[in-house]
């Protein structure tokens, strides 16, 4: 167990954790962040070469520090973006280490028990001692699931990397936001044969507020499916996924198979609250998933100690989870000099 007790551990090194971590070290707060993967691990998990939505202005650490080369930033400049706020300021960040178990053992004192591999393969263990805890997870841990037979074959994913691999293949993706049109529209531009499976719902929406395909995906999307190189499908249900098929049903009750040799199904993903709930923090049901109750002021859970901030919240934007922590870390810091109490 390391010795000293941290005013504050911060789980996630996405963007929320990192800049929690700045306000932390400007507050002079003792801390460390956790993360089970690497530096803005999310960020990592997009398409390789993808162009983000946003501008810089939504995205960056500091204004006026993300300068990508075209209007929007790739993938890859984000993740410089990010790594090189940690090294500027010397962010103290623990990567590839992930919290197993944390443990209110006295009052104002939290035990957190993590796991973690050294160079050669063997898992090691450490014990933090923390006042308080701050999780800054994202939405990408459990990627939400058909519930179908064959959906546990190899030739299906639930995260699309790039479409090089499936040249000249048969390629299924389903879903109907933004990551599955930009799925089917990389598959498609780049040689797949790719059927998109959508619902007319989503197919039809035209409002960015409800979550609409942007324009800049569904205009270079249109013109695959009028040239004949992408078909969508607009479905009920997936029924089955088998080796060389997947039979689906469509909207109008019809059955059909079609050959396939992959499948992507992209249909959103939820946090994973296990932690929180073992500590007894409240949950509720939120627009998409499951989500922790905490208040909207302090963002503090029910459980004094614990705050939560970051895409699993409500603040499902970038900007929000950069500026949430920048409030919640001076009241932390405040409620070190004061007893925490309810």
Same mark, same amino acid.
Not at 1 to 20: R, V, W, Y
Not at 98 to 121: N, R
Not at 198 to 219: L, Q
Not at 226 to 235: D, K, N, P, S, T
């Given at each position: *167990?390391?010795?000293?007790t941290l005013?504050?551990?911060? !789980?996630?090194?996405?963007?929320?954790g990192? #800049?929690?971590?700045d306000?932390?070290?400007r507050?002079?707060?003792?801390y460390?962040?956790?993360?089970?993967?690497?530096?803005?691990?999310?960020?990592?998990q &997009?398409?390789?070469?993808?162009t983000?939505?946003?501008?810089?202005?939504?995205?960056?650490?500091q204004?006026g520090?993300?300068?990508?080369?075209?209007?929007?930033?790739?993938r890859?400049?984000?993740? #410089?973006?990010y !790594? @090189?706020?940690v090294?500027?300021?010397?962010?103290?960040i623990s990567s590839?280490?992930?919290?197993?178990?944390?443990?209110h053992?006295?009052?104002?004192?939290f035990?957190?028990?993590?796991?973690? $591999?050294?160079?050669?393969?063997?898992q090691?263990?450490?014990?933090y001692? $923390?006042?308080r805890?701050?999780?800054?997870i994202?939405? *990408?841990? @459990?990627p939400r699931?058909?519930?179908?037979?064959?959906?546990?074959?190899?030739?299906?994913? @639930?995260?699309?990397?790039?479409? %090089?691999? &499936?040249i000249?293949?048969?390629?299924?993706v389903?879903?109907?936001g933004?990551?599955?049109?930009? +799925?089917?529209?990389?598959? #498609?531009?780049?040689?797949?044969?790719?059927? *998109?499976?959508i619902?007319?719902?989503d197919?039809?929406?035209?409002?960015p507020?409800?979550?609409a *395909?942007? @324009?800049?995906?569904?205009?270079?999307?249109?013109?695959?499916i +009028?040239?004949?190189?992408?078909?969508?499908i607009? %479905?009920?249900? !997936?029924?089955?996924?088998?080796?060389?098929?997947?039979t689906?049903t $469509?909207?109008?009750?019809?059955?059909r198979?079609?050959l396939?040799?992959v499948?992507?199904?992209?249909v959103?993903?939820?946090?994973?609250?296990?932690?929180?709930?073992?500590?007894?923090?409240?949950?509720t049901a939120?627009? &998409?998933?499951? /989500?922790?109750? &905490?208040?909207?002021?302090?963002?503090e859970?029910? /459980?004094a100690?614990i %705050?939560?901030?970051?895409?699993?919240?409500?603040?499902?934007?970038?900007?929000a989870?950069?500026?949430?922590?920048r409030?919640? /870390?001076?009241?932390?810091?405040?409620?070190l000099v004061?007893?925490?109490?309810r």
């Amino acid at each position: *167990m390391k010795s000293e007790t941290l005013d504050l551990l911060i !789980i996630g090194a996405g963007p929320a954790g990192l #800049s929690a971590a700045d306000v932390a070290a400007r507050e002079a707060l003792d801390y460390l962040v956790i993360e089970k993967g690497t530096i803005a691990n999310t960020i990592r998990q &997009y398409p390789v070469g993808r162009t983000l939505f946003s501008t810089p202005n939504e995205l960056e650490m500091q204004e006026g520090t993300l300068r990508p080369v075209r209007e929007k930033p790739t993938r890859e400049e984000l993740l #410089s973006h990010y !790594i @090189h706020f940690v090294l500027d300021r010397n962010l103290r960040i623990s990567s590839g280490e992930e919290v197993i178990d944390i443990q209110h053992s006295e009052p104002e004192i939290f035990l957190v028990q993590t796991k973690g $591999t050294d160079t050669l393969g063997q898992q090691i263990t450490e014990t933090y001692r $923390t006042r308080r805890i701050l999780f800054a997870i994202g939405a *990408m841990d @459990h990627p939400r699931r058909l519930n179908i037979p064959g959906e546990d074959l190899l030739k299906v994913h @639930h995260r699309f990397v790039e479409p %090089y691999p &499936y040249i000249r293949k048969e390629a299924l993706v389903v879903g109907g936001g933004n990551s599955a049109a930009e +799925a089917a529209l990389f598959l #498609s531009e780049e040689g797949a044969r790719t059927t *998109m499976a959508i619902w007319r719902e989503d197919w039809e929406n035209r409002d960015p507020k409800a979550g609409a *395909m942007k @324009h800049w995906v569904r205009t270079p999307l249109e013109r695959e499916i +009028a040239e004949g190189r992408l078909r969508v499908i607009l %479905y009920k249900q !997936i029924d089955e996924i088998t080796a060389r098929e997947v039979t689906l049903t $469509t909207e109008t009750g019809e059955k059909r198979t079609i050959l396939n040799d992959v499948v992507f199904v992209l249909v959103g993903s939820d946090a994973d609250l296990t932690l929180l709930k073992e500590l007894g923090v409240k949950t509720t049901a939120g627009k &998409y998933a499951e /989500v922790p109750v &905490y208040d909207p002021e302090t963002f503090e859970t029910n /459980v004094a100690g614990i %705050y939560v901030a970051g895409h699993f919240t409500n603040a499902r934007h970038i900007k929000a989870a950069i500026d949430v922590p920048r409030k919640i /870390v001076p009241l932390i810091a405040q409620s070190l000099v004061a007893p925490v109490g309810r």
